[in-house]
């Protein structure tokens, strides 16, 4: 066993490619659950990994003696040790720790290659000449660091351990899989052409960043897909909500009219007899109209969220004026459009209440047809600021993932009837207007 070769695997190569997975690993698995202990797992990790490279280091020169081609499988047994080292440390499937690594992996490949078609430019050597082999380590890892930092932005702080946990670990596996193979492929083709064909090295170095840019895009489709198949179950579930919320309503409002009408034949009763005093009665009856004033619009549902939201209004000072024509909207089911038109008022009515301008808590809600069209329309006045981007609203609250499902679901109502959406904000003013082509 050639010793110096391994002390230089366990000294130079194995590190650097240690530190770059791990690096990746740790960015990536940051918001996962952590074990019990997680500091000293990690420490405890770290130390172990030391022995382990060095057992690796002579396992190298073996294999590199006996074929340099099973070398590339060197590092894939490193990279299972981080993977391994991942599950020792965070509480989490291991479809979701490969996912982490595979991403680590395919990032440390496109610095990789990207360094080396940096070094055919003759640029290392001119920096390894005045700083040595420090000089070639600086460049090496600042590259990884930049890499690191453009794709933090693209692609890793859009991720939601949620969202991971979701991700199917066969398909992880299958990209595994994939990104290994290419790796094991590419690593024994450029050691063979390597400084004897510049093209061929340089066409590989190319294809590798394009296979590792090609998994990353991969990995951050299947969390896009994941996410928006969550988002469509909340939404779901919010209609089931709504249509179990829809039920109670009418029936509470309806045993509400019963009751106001019964309370004001017993006042009637009371008057006749003389014996509250009628300022006293009035009072009452003016309680009663509070809540005996259902809106009468001709359709249900609508009737329905326009008497719920009357009643928190006028309780808070919120003016809510209404103009419809709900025939206009008969196309829609009674369901679907106590969801739409409650969560637009629900939004305007969240807005308002915050103002502190009495006069200003108002809220214009119509329907009606312009043309071809049915126009349903909002307006209200909001304090703060509100980012509207090419027609979407964009929730600048903390916790955004758990936010603005509200307007999700009034977009995908509006889509399921073949309708647009277009917001509007001027002057501390919100305006949305939903079009529905015209069924005339």
Request: with cysteine; glycine share 6%.
């Amino acid at each position: 066993m050639n010793m110096q070769l391994v002390m230089s695997w366990f000294s130079f190569y194995l590190p650097m490619f240690f530190v770059q997975i791990v690096t990746g690993e740790a960015v990536l698995a940051f918001r996962l659950n952590r074990r019990k202990l997680f500091w000293v797992r990690a420490g405890g990790g770290l130390l172990a990994s030391a022995a382990f490279l060095f057992l690796v280091a002579m396992l190298a020169s073996v294999l590199l003696a006996a074929s340099p081609v099973l070398v590339s499988f060197i590092y894939i047994i490193v990279f299972l040790w981080t993977v391994a080292l991942l599950a020792f440390c965070f509480k989490e499937s291991f479809g979701t720790l490969l996912f982490c690594g595979v991403a680590a992996y395919a990032l440390h490949t496109f610095s990789y290659r990207l360094f080396g078609l940096i070094e055919l430019t003759g640029f290392v050597r001119i920096v390894t000449d005045v700083l040595g082999n420090h000089g070639y380590l600086l460049l090496f890892h600042s590259l990884f660091a930049l890499i690191m930092v453009g794709a933090y932005f693209l692609f890793i702080r859009n991720i939601n351990r949620k969202n991971i946990a979701r991700v199917q670990t066969a398909k992880v596996i299958a990209i595994s899989t994939v990104l290994l193979l290419v790796s094991i492929f590419l690593s024994d083709w450029i050691n063979r052409v390597n400084w004897q064909s510049l093209e061929l090295t340089i066409i590989c170095d190319i294809f590798s960043c394009l296979c590792s840019a090609f998994i990353l895009c991969l990995q951050s489709g299947m969390l896009q897909q994941v996410g928006y198949q969550q988002e469509l179950e909340v939404v779901n579930e919010l209609w089931k909500q709504d249509r179990r919320q829809y039920e109670l309503s009418r029936e509470s409002i309806d045993l509400i009219n019963v009751k106001c009408h019964d309370l004001r034949f017993i006042i009637q009763t009371l008057r006749k007899g003389n014996g509250v005093p009628d300022d006293e009665l009035a009072e009452i009856e003016n309680a009663i109209s509070t809540y005996d004033g259902k809106a009468n619009t001709g359709c249900e549902p609508l009737d329905t969220i326009l008497t719920e939201n009357s009643l928190y209004c006028q309780k808070n000072g919120i003016t809510l004026t209404c103009m419809t024509d709900a025939s206009k909207l008969s196309f829609i089911s009674s369901t679907d459009l106590y969801s739409l038109v409650g969560n637009i008022l629900s939004n305007a009515v969240e807005a308002t209440v915050k103002i502190p301008d009495v006069e200003k808590r108002i809220i214009n809600f119509q329907v009606k047809q312009v043309g071809n069209l049915i126009l349903v329309a909002a307006q209200n006045y909001f304090v703060g600021s509100l980012d509207v981007q090419d027609g979407v609203l964009i929730s600048h609250k903390e916790d955004r993932q758990n936010h603005g499902y509200g307007m999700k679901s009034i977009r995908m109502l509006v889509k399921k009837y073949n309708g647009g959406i277009d917001i509007q904000v001027h002057d501390n003013v919100f305006y949305l207007q939903i079009y529905f082509p015209s069924a005339a």
